[in-house]
Nanobody, 122 residues
Framework: QVQLVESGGGSVQAGGSLRLSCAAS????????MGWFRQAPGKEREGVAA??????DTFYTDSALGRFTISQDNVNVYLQMNNLKPDDTAMYYC?????????????????WGRGTQVTGSS
């Protein structure tokens, strides 16, 4: 069974940085996109950043623009998060999609990790 494993979460003060990493346990056939999503308590899951495999196409949610950077290296995907804010506090999930590229829509992604907690404290 394919698994995505996230790492790099933690608690940082506002303005700090974290780098999330995601690795696949086995090869995932025909990956079209890799993305990062987050879900805070009582809120819906939202797409934070995504990258279309083999292209320069990326997606960022408005609140991540200019602060977060997604990158991919083979089957690994990373999320560099700078200038973290308390509103960034959430469980962050890595996901892989095999369907049509549409950016950060969660239902386009069919393989998910278990998440890593990110907490930005004021």
């Amino acid at each position: 069974q394919v698994q995505l494993v996230e790492s790099g979460g933690g608690s940082v003060q506002a303005g700090g940085s974290l780098r999330l990493s995601c690795a696949a346990s086995t090869y995932i056939h025909s990956i079209n996109a890799m993305g990062w999503f987050r879900q805070a308590p009582g809120k819906e899951r939202e797409g934070v950043a995504a990258t279309r495999t083999g292209t320069t196409d990326t997606f960022y949610t408005d609140s991540a623009l200019g602060r977060f950077t997604i990158s991919q290296d083979n089957v690994n995907v990373y999320l560099q998060m700078n200038n973290l804010k308390p509103d960034d506090t959430a469980m962050y999930y890595c996901a892989a999609g095999q369907s049509t590229w549409r950016g950060g829509l969660s239902y386009d992604y069919n393989v998910w990790g278990r998440g890593t907690q990110v907490t930005g404290s004021s």
